[in-house]
């Protein structure tokens, strides 16, 4: 699909003539067939694909080296706050004493849910710039303050709200990578879930020392907070890492404004010059000028064609992307609506099964471990760190399965998916910690296969000119699913086995559903 893209591109770009732009004559026919692929305002999309070909040109440099690094960091606090609010939820349920301990995760859920539509919509109308640092800033910021909280209800009030900046970061984040990135390196999108695997590693690794040696035990009759200081240390250590990386991004980086928003603007010179300026960086020249977006624009029909610039206009666009013709094109055919049901099924599920279990798993480990009379703090956050290694090479070996002719896609997909609600289940036979360790891990290892695998081939089973709908409709189906796991962990009781039940038969479920998807896309353009 790449190929036929960059065809497509060529053809439509080289149809203006340097004398057309002087006259400038108007791109009809770019303005038609873009308005069909895009289904948002004609003369933007235009532009927009003017401006998408420019980048092509310059091609992959060290700009974009750079900013994938600095975009790695949106990537790790996506994964590494909610695994921190999981890590914490046991020493502040012993020493506050809740009588809802997943309150605490639902409110942190609330706050992702609130900030991804804030900040995805917002980039449209303040810029990615701000929202691609402030993100970080927000979430350091209240995840320092999150450690003074003196009850249970203000912990989770921080929590919400270190959410809310953590919820912006895929939104923005991919945005403006994307909006940078040749389409032949587009792929570096899901090169970008190591960082993700990572986040998880790195969190639990300095959650071992600090909270399995500064916090009470878990059967500690009276838990004080000057003997369980641990977990607002730990937090405090979190912050100061994400306010280093908003530190990082926005004084030692520097990231140009997307040349897209420039131009949804009407600041077309802004935007060509952004264009020369990370050409410049890369040790290239561009030959985009100001004429050719502009030669975008003219009358179409006897109709003055002319792109909106205000911030309703912005906000259009964007729920544009959502439109009953671009949700109807999606359900066209009984195959491709058959295709959009099951896959939005899959992530819902899914969505509700990984917190429901994965966002507990010390909590698990703290309460079985006293139950089987062999564990302590020390031991649970060890084991939650040795977890979280298993995940490393767990999201490298999907990266490489998917590639495997015998099982691509689908196969993939389809085994880790299962394995993962498997293993869940083995989780109920332990007898004593180790036990429990061993099924943890491979769950672990197996979880991070599938979500590899899930991020890739979603977007490549939706028609291009609907995928952003599709994208949108999958994540929406997994943050509402997301925000009903505490929900359920409340009323099932943490400390029996009904969660874990649940979990298992979610992702068993999953699995089965992706087996009978239609369409597998290795090896194979996308719609």
Request: with cysteine.
């Amino acid at each position: 699909m790449v190929e036929q893209q960059r065809s497509t591109e060529t053809d439509t770009v080289n149809t203006n003539s340097p004398k057309q732009q002087n006259e400038k004559v108007v791109p009809a026919a770019i303005v038609e067939d873009e308005a069909a692929i895009d289904g948002v305002d004609p003369v933007y999309a235009a532009k927009a694909r003017v401006l998408n070909r420019a980048i092509q040109d310059i091609g992959m440099g060290r700009y974009q080296w750079q900013l994938f690094f600095v975009i790695g960091f949106g990537w790790a606090q996506d994964n590494l706050w909610p695994i921190v609010t999981s890590l914490i939820l046991t020493p502040i349920s012993n020493e506050f004493h809740p009588s809802k301990p997943p309150l605490l995760t639902l409110a942190q859920n609330i706050g992702l849910l609130a900030g991804a539509v804030f900040w995805g919509f917002g980039c449209d109308i303040f810029g990615r710039k701000w929202g691609f640092n402030l993100t970080l800033g927000v979430t350091g910021v209240f995840g320092m303050l999150a450690a003074s909280s003196p009850n249970f209800g203000a912990a989770g009030t921080f929590v919400a709200l270190y959410g809310f900046g953590v919820g912006g970061n895929l939104p923005v984040d991919s945005a403006i990578f994307l909006e940078f990135l040749p389409q032949s390196h587009q792929y570096l999108l899901t090169v970008l879930s190591i960082f993700w695997a990572f986040a998880q590693l790195l969190a639990t690794l300095i959650a071992w020392p600090i909270l399995g040696n500064l916090t009470c035990q878990q059967t500690d009759p009276d838990c004080t907070r000057s003997n369980n200081m641990g977990w607002r240390y730990f937090i405090i250590t979190m912050g100061g890492l994400a306010l280093l990386m908003f530190f990082i991004r926005f004084f030692i980086f520097h990231i140009y404004e997307s040349p897209k928003y420039f131009m949804g603007k009407g600041r077309d010179e802004d935007a060509v010059k952004i264009v020369h300026e990370v050409a410049r960086r890369n040790g290239k020249e561009s030959t985009i000028t100001v004429d050719d977006l502009r030669a975008c624009e003219g009358v179409t029909g006897g109709v003055v064609t002319e792109l909106q610039h205000d911030a309703t206009a912005a906000i259009k666009r964007k729920m544009e992307k959502l439109s009953a013709k671009h949700v109807k094109a999606l359900f066209a055919t009984r195959r491709l609506a058959f295709s959009t049901s099951l896959i939005m099924v899959v992530w819902a599920f899914i969505g509700l099964a990984f917190p429901l279990y994965n966002a507990f798993i010390p909590y698990t480990l703290a309460t079985k471990g006293a139950q089987f009379g062999d564990s302590s703090t020390y031991i649970t956050y060890r084991n939650a760190c040795i977890i979280a290694v298993l995940g490393v090479p767990g999201a490298m070996l999907g990266g490489l399965l998917v590639e495997v002719k015998w099982i691509g896609r689908k196969g993939t997909l389809c085994l880790s998916t299962l394995l993962t609600g498997i293993f869940i289940y083995g989780s109920t036979t332990a007898k004593n910690s180790n036990t429990l360790l061993a099924w943890d891990c491979l769950y672990s290892f197996f979880s991070n296969v599938m979500y590899a695998v899930l991020y890739a081939y979603t977007p490549e089973i939706f028609p291009t000119k609907d995928r952003g709908t599709g994208n949108a409709l999958t994540a929406t189906a997994n943050r509402v699913f997301g925000i009903m796991a505490p929900i359920i962990a409340i009323f099932a009781n943490l400390e029996t086995s009904a969660p874990v039940y649940t979990s298992g038969a979610l992702f068993l479920a999953a699995g089965a559903i992706v087996l009978i998807l239609p369409y597998e896309s290795r090896g194979k353009a996308s719609l």
